[in-house]
């Protein structure tokens, strides 16, 4: 049972709601109303949803009837068939080869920057400015 809230802080609780309304008419054409049941003419039921799905399983031949279980029954332990896996090493490690390709130069050491001359800027006198 979750409570919500709406935007405006309202408390709504989805299930209540639902149970409050099992018997009106849902909206649309199904003609069944929110339990399940079948309703015809003045919202009168004209079948229960247990007779809908039991009617449903008798007509369709490939609808599963039974609970099957794929667990083991409690109290019996199965012995384990399986085997541990032997591993193999095969991983052969590659031979160190020195590769040279024709496109590429030889490293060489950057050069050293050199400094830039200092040059001696001249003041603007009054009748350039």
């Known amino acids: 049972m979750v ?3 709406t935007m405006r802080g309202v408390p709504l609780d989805i299930e209540v709601l639902m149970a409050e309304h099992e018997d009106e008419l849902a909206v649309g054409n199904a003609s069944f ?3 399940g049941d079948l309703v ?3 919202g009168k039921i004209i079948k229960t949803r247990q007779e809908v799905t039991q009617a449903y399983y008798e007509n369709n031949p490939n609808a599963v009837q039974t609970n099957q279980s794929i ?3 409690v109290g019996q332990i ?3 068939t399986l085997k541990p896996d032997v591993i193999q090493d095969d991983w052969v490690e590659p031979e160190q080869t020195e590769v ?3 496109h590429v130069a030889e490293a060489k050491p950057a050069p050293t920057p050199q400094r830039r001359k200092q040059t001696q800027t001249k003041k603007p006198t009054e009748t350039e400015a």
Do not use: D, L, W, Y
């Open 3 to 5: 409570e919500r809230k």
């Open 33 to 35: 109303n929110a339990r």
């Open 40 to 42: 015809g003419p003045g």
């Open 71 to 73: 667990k083991e029954p």
């Open 78 to 80: 199965k012995q384990s």
């Open 100 to 102: 040279t390709h024709p």
